[in-house]
């Protein structure tokens, strides 16, 4: 091998590889349905709907709160209430998890309720966090709730609750489906003296919370794809050993099937609260 021959293999030239461009975090999220990638601030001024699918994320209670009422103003009732380990076989565990979503959500329970002003019209309002315990519904939030068609029983308004939930809460066992119950004797009540009840469905509405209150509501409203049902598909697939349809307890299914009055998009979900309430006024009148 030749000397020469040796030198000929080096380049004549260097190659510069482009610079990687790192995107910082925060800045970007990803839409789960359609993949699209959006720009973080412009997803918030579209409530957090994708601009290009329309899919729906989901809310914090403080960030539907703040959509859907008027000049951001409400008072929140019973944020004091917090739950507590009654059960004996739990070991811990259920005070670890209640710790861990206290300090991921900053709420004491899965529910923020209070009162504000909807179009100008005095409402309670319940919403339900699902990145506390999955929304789940305990002892605390079925008396939260309770109380909330108790407010509006007292002072003739209309109660607004929206579901972001997977049920009842195991971890307080048989008194988290005491919950059921509770909830809906004091809907009974409240609708006994007149109660205008809007139930608003997102994603996911199941279980229990789904099998009392959130499905007796006098208007029921659901948020475009929301999951609607009591069992998850997986489980009733499992459980009659045959497959869904497609789209199953979708709203839009559960629509077509007459389960939920309307579909709204977020963009629209307070003047459609508005406008019910607003025809729900002059029925009284005459």
């Given at each position: ?9 080096k ?29 973080n ?33 409400f ?71 309770t109380?909330?068609f ?20 195991m ?19 409240y ?13 996911p ?21 929301a999951?609607?049902?009591f ?11 045959q ?6 307890q ?17 963009s629209?979900?307070?003047s ?15």
């Amino acid at each position: 091998m030749h000397i020469s021959d040796w030198f000929s293999r080096k380049p004549k030239y260097a190659v510069l590889k482009p610079e990687k461009k790192e995107i910082p975090e925060g800045l970007w999220t990803r839409c789960p349905k359609c993949l699209e990638i959006l720009y973080n601030k412009e997803l918030e001024r579209n409530l957090k709907v994708c601009s290009k699918c329309g899919y729906h994320f989901k809310l914090g209670a403080w960030e539907r709160i703040y959509q859907i009422v008027d000049d951001k103003e409400f008072y929140e009732l019973d944020g004091n209430l917090e739950s507590v380990d009654a059960l004996p076989f739990n070991d811990g565990i259920y005070l670890d998890k209640l710790r861990e979503s206290k300090e991921g959500t900053g709420l004491n329970e899965a529910i923020v309720t209070g009162r504000g002003k909807i179009e100008g019209f005095d409402v309670f309002l319940g919403v339900f966090d699902f990145g506390f315990i999955g929304g789940s519904m305990a002892s605390v939030v079925g008396e939260k709730v309770t109380r909330l068609f108790e407010y509006g029983t007292r002072d003739g308004l209309p109660v607004i609750i929206v579901t972001a939930t997977g049920g009842a809460r195991m971890y307080e066992g048989m008194l988290s489906l005491m919950q059921m119950a509770k909830t809906n004797a004091a809907l009974s009540r409240y609708r006994k003296k007149g109660g205008l009840f809007i139930s608003v469905l997102s994603d996911p509405s199941t279980a229990g919370v789904m099998a009392s209150f959130a499905s007796q509501g006098d208007v029921i409203i659901a948020e475009p794809g929301a999951l609607i049902g009591f069992a998850g598909p997986r489980v009733i697939e499992q459980t009659i050993k045959q497959k869904l349809p497609e789209g199953f307890q979708s709203s839009e299914f559960v629509f077509q099937h007459g389960m939920v009055d309307m579909i709204v998009e977020r963009s629209k979900l307070k003047s459609t609260i508005g406008r019910i309430i607003r025809i729900w006024n002059k029925r009284l009148k005459n």
